[in-house]
Nanobody
């Protein structure tokens, strides 16, 4: 069992930055693939970025070059550094952990990009 708690969301102006954190507890988090997903109002949840236990990363095309995913296994935490934010990045951001066949989700944190 893994519990995930996101933090770091908020309101930011276009062009600004935020760093999201996802703290994990309850299992050997370093063995899990960790990821960030987001869901905007009226839209389906979509992949933002993932990072494997070996620190290989994958990004959605819409965030490449602007967002960076990282993890600190000693702290059981995964991060999402978001730069050059755009209004279309507004969404609830969810942390996810996968280790087949198990998947865990956090409760989400709101990110709003608006002037």
């Amino acid at each position: 069992q893994v519990q995930l708690v996101e933090s770091g969301g908020g309101l930011v102006q276009p062009g600004g930055s935020l760093r999201l954190s996802c703290a994990a507890s309850g299992s050997i988090f370093s063995l899990y693939v960790a990821g960030w997903y987001r869901q905007a109002p009226g839209k389906q949840r979509e992949l933002v970025a993932t990072i494997t236990s070996g620190a290989s990363t994958n990004y959605a095309d819409s965030v490449k070059g602007r967002f960076t995913i990282s993890r600190d296994n000693a702290k059981n935490t995964v991060y999402l550094q978001m730069n050059s934010l755009k209004p279309e990045d507004t969404a609830v951001y969810y942390c996810r952990a996968d280790r087949s066949p198990l998947t865990y989700w956090g409760q989400g944190t709101q990110v709003t990009v608006s002037s």
